[in-house]
């Protein structure tokens, strides 16, 4: 399964960026689909989750400015990130869940400029 995330970029605080991921090479149906991202010198957080039954769930740091959303039968999933902040730079991972498994994205780098 080949996880492609797209649409990170360099950005203004107070900007919006909307990022991408879709899942190829493979006929599994993801029960979940989220962000998670890793700043400079920090380990890997999680950012939202979209279910297939069409449930979102956010980190608090994020909650209010991000939105998830998703195609579950297309195993896509997209991050709308507004009123960003030069705490929110990092590089983004998108992630399919499958059962036990966890497929995982090339990430994509999101730099926001004070």
């Known amino acids: 399964v080949l996880l492609q995330a797209s649409g990170g970029g360099l950005v203004q605080a107070g900007g919006s960026l909307r990022l991408s991921c879709a899942a190829s090479?493979?006929?599994?149906?993801?029960?979940?689909m989220g962000w998670y991202r890793q700043a400079p010198g920090k380990q890997r957080e999680w950012v939202a989750t979209?279910?297939?039954?069409?449930?979102?769930y956010y980190a608090d740091s994020v909650k209010g400015r991000f939105t998830i959303s998703g195609d579950a039968a297309k195993n896509t999933v997209d991050l709308q990130m507004n009123s960003l902040k030069p705490d929110d730079t990092g590089v983004y991972y998108c992630?399919?869940?499958?059962?036990?498994?966890?497929?995982w994205g090339q990430g994509t780098l999101v730099t926001v400029s004070s």
């Open positions: 090479g493979s006929d599994l149906s993801f029960s979940d």
């Open positions: 992630k399919g869940g499958y059962g036990f498994s966890a497929y």
């Open positions: 979209f279910t297939r039954g069409g449930d979102t």
